[in-house]
């Protein structure tokens, strides 16, 4: 079966959070120089539900991502981690894209790249987290959609996924084609082999620009980023030991009337 | 567009009752009704509601329209969001509000494309701005790093899923007047394509994560499942809940129900203590509601720290013991 997945490169969201920048002119984060360029995790864990299915189903897996050209790195290495094959959608007037024009671009190059049985989505983007790439480009593609999903079997043509609610699991059923977003429910996402990692570097990527994919005019625009303030300073409990900082925490919390 | 009046929010029961997030979605719906100079209507969508949707009106609704069917009995994203869609067309509101709840994040996305409108998710802050008269939406980015407001100019409903108790619900009364209408939205059964087969609840042991007063949670540091006992002990002599963040559960250390985080449970309990925890972005975004903040982690540059209110630089095995028995003798004395 063909399956799909979107993945997105982003700013190493795992940096200790002074070390977090914005420019509030160009309202985005700043990447400074010894932030790495990663893959949204939750794109990763689309990615592992992708191959945890190709481990016992013959499967195709096409990785697709809308980004700049470093995003090959990503793709590269969703192809090491066993992907078939990856496309690059890149330009300048992707750039500003929201949840919509994403949505659209991707579900262009979904059109354009084939048949497919199931699309794999992270929930959200590591960066934006705006949520909604998934379930958009699934309604401009007029297939079937559920979000959250932990655990996925291919059945008759379609599929069952255990969707993740509040307070537990609902069973769904959805025929082909479909798309299906992960969250961290799905696993960890598997590490590629070295050998591996050597053969996706050779790899050849194609990317598709504004004149293989129209550009699309954002929905949602973006008036205002900013880091709100913390005015807090943390009251560290003295002590000679460990233990004895224990018991002062307590008393410290008993004076706070918290316990 | 200028035929566009009104604020709908999209509610949601609980037992018969209204979910907390429906009176917080009223509570903001009620200010920006306001700001618009316009009405208040509230939509329920499932099968044998009428008695507890009508509890709306006294929350702060003017209308409480009511879809009770047998087939939207369960929530799928294809009836509800094929049944709001219907009632867009008829009641064409200028904003429409959903809780970023399980169907929430799930319906909002669909229904906002299938309406050829824009969406913020997440949101913490919604205010009609006095000169545009747009809906200004606040939102949590870069995993509760920053905040970011947007606008939409020209989709329309302006469309916006808030945040569970991000907003203040209204006081109740008794006394408020109001309509409730039944709305038939007419579905064509063969457009649901999904089909629910099954449900599982978690195994809550105890006070639910959520409702706790007192939430502990477990981190990296932990190191292994046996560790989280000690902080299940701790828990029910303090009559509160374990949660952790993504590293213990992806171990397994614990159940995944246990999660604290931006795509886990949200917690706002009077005293949180986080224990050998980084504090990284997307924890804190579970949990900065917590009244007080208290963290124990032996690395003092640990992220958590700049959020807490108490912090212990030291190896948590040393520290919790001594915690546990000083607490308990605070608590049990007379």
Redesign the interface.
């Known amino acids: 079966m063909n399956i799909t997945v979107c993945v997105r490169e982003i700013l190493d969201p795992e940096i200790p959070s002074k070390a977090f920048k914005i420019d509030a002119e160009a309202k985005r984060a700043v990447k400074l120089p010894d932030v790495e360029l990663v893959i949204s995790d939750y794109d990763a864990r689309a990615l592992e539900a992708a191959l945890q299915i190709k481990d016992s189903l013959e499967s195709k897996i096409t990785v697709i991502s809308l980004g700049a050209e470093s995003a090959k790195n990503v793709i590269r290495r969703c192809i090491a981690m066993g992907a078939d094959e990856g496309i690059l959608i890149s330009d300048p007037s992707f750039d500003d894209s929201d949840s919509f024009a994403t949505a659209c671009v991707l579900a262009e190059a979904i059109k354009k790249q084939g048949d497919f049985e199931l699309i794999l989505c992270g929930i959200q983007e590591g960066d934006w987290d705006a949520g909604q790439v998934g379930s958009g480009i699934a309604e401009l593609l007029s297939i079937p959609s559920v979000t959250r999903v932990g655990n996925i079997e291919v059945k008759d043509g379609g599929v069952v996924v255990e969707r993740v609610v509040a307070d537990g699991r609902e069973t769904l059923e959805m025929p082909f084609p479909a798309l299906v977003t992960v969250s961290s429910e799905i696993g960890e996402p598997r590490y590629p082999s070295i050998r591996r990692v050597r053969e996706a570097s050779k790899q050849e990527i194609p990317t598709w620009n504004a004149q293989d994919i129209a550009p699309v005019i954002p929905r949602n625009e973006l008036i205002s980023l900013f880091i709100p303030s913390r005015e807090l300073e943390c009251e560290f409990i003295a002590g000679e030991t460990p233990e004895e900082m224990g018991s002062n925490l307590a008393l410290k919390l008993r004076e706070a009337k918290t316990i | 567009m200028t035929d566009r009046k009104g604020v709908v929010i999209v509610g949601e029961l609980s037992d018969d009752n209204l979910a907390p997030i429906t009176t917080e979605l009223l509570g903001i719906g009620r200010k920006l009704a306001g700001d618009l100079g316009q009405e208040l209507s509230a939509v329920f969508i499932g099968s044998g509601i009428g008695q507890a949707a009508g509890e709306a009106v006294f929350f702060g609704a003017d209308k409480v329209y009511v879809i009770d069917k047998p087939l939207f009995k369960?929530y799928?994203?294809?009836s509800y969001v094929g049944a709001l869609d219907r009632l867009d067309k008829q009641l064409k509101p200028e904003v429409l509000l959903l809780g970023h709840?399980?169907?929430g994040?799930?319906l909002a996305?669909?229904l906002?494309?299938?309406l050829g409108?824009?969406?913020?998710?997440?949101c913490i802050e919604l205010s009609i701005d006095p000169g545009t008269r747009l809906l200004?939406k606040t939102?949590?980015?870069?995993?509760g790093?920053?905040?970011?407001?947007?606008?939409?100019?020209?989709?329309r409903p302006q469309m916006a899923t808030v945040r569970l108790k991000a907003m203040e619900p209204l006081a109740y009364d008794a006394s408020r007047k109001g309509d409730i209408l039944p709305f038939d939205p007419e579905l064509d059964e063969a457009t649901i394509?999904?089909?629910?087969?099954?449900?599982?609840?978690?195994e809550?042991i105890g006070v639910k994560l959520?409702e706790a007063n007192v939430v502990i949670c477990g981190g990296r540091g932990i190191g292994d499942p046996e560790s989280f006992q000690q902080l299940e002990e701790l828990a029910r002599m303090?009559g509160g809940a374990v949660g952790a963040t993504?590293p213990p559960?992806?171990n397994k250390w614990c159940p995944?129900?246990y999660?604290v985080g931006?795509?886990g449970?949200l917690v706002s309990p009077?005293?949180y203590i986080g224990v050998a925890l980084s504090?990284?972005?997307?924890h804190?975004a579970g949990m900065s509601g917590s009244k007080?903040i208290?963290?124990?982690n032996k690395d003092p540059?640990a992220?958590i720290?700049?959020?807490?209110?108490?912090?212990?630089?030291?190896?948590y095995q040393?520290?919790?013991?001594?915690?546990?028995?000083?607490?308990k003798?605070?608590?049990y004395k007379t």
């Open positions: 369960d799928l994203t294809d709840t399980s169907s994040r799930d996305p669909r906002a494309f299938r409108t824009g969406l913020s998710q997440d200004q939102k949590p980015v870069y995993g790093n920053a905040l970011a407001v947007y606008v939409c100019r020209e989709g394509r999904g089909k629910l087969t099954g449900r599982e609840k978690d809550i959520e303090l993504r559960c992806d995944a129900h999660q931006l795509t449970k009077l005293l504090g990284a972005s997307q804190l007080i208290v963290a124990i540059e992220n720290f700049r959020m807490a209110r108490f912090g212990v630089v030291a190896e040393k520290v919790l013991p001594a915690f546990e028995k000083k607490c003798g605070l608590l």
